[in-house]
């Protein structure tokens, strides 16, 4: 099995929160689209989800919520984050 080496960044103000993660192979990008799928399931908000390229060829899938009241966002992304291994967010 290939080590994961997928990158958290997180950021939130009033109402809005963005939870990036950064990738390098095709596997890592289907276990955060997997993850994000079995996540999201559950909240009442849809995300705004979208990709692009980074540096040093890592790629990343940006996941936001606005006018998010209740932060449910913010639940979604420690699933996310669990559902991935992933312990720290930068």
């Known amino acids: 099995m290939t080590e994961c ?3 958290a960044d997180h950021k939130s103000e009033e109402r809005y929160s963005k939870l990036s993660l950064a990738y390098t192979t095709p596997e890592e990008k289907q276990q955060i689209e997997d993850a ?3 996540c999201s399931q559950g909240c009442s908000l849809t995300p705004v989800t979208y990709g692009g390229d980074v ?3 890592k790629k990343m899938i940006t996941i936001e919520y606005h006018d998010d009241a209740d932060r ?3 639940e979604v992304f420690e699933k996310i984050l669990h559902c ?3 312990k720290e967010c930068h």
């Open 5 to 7: 080496f997928i990158v």
């Open 84 to 86: 991935l291994g992933i």
């Open 36 to 38: 994000i799928v079995k």
């Open 72 to 74: 449910e966002g913010g």
């Open 55 to 57: 540096t040093q060829g």
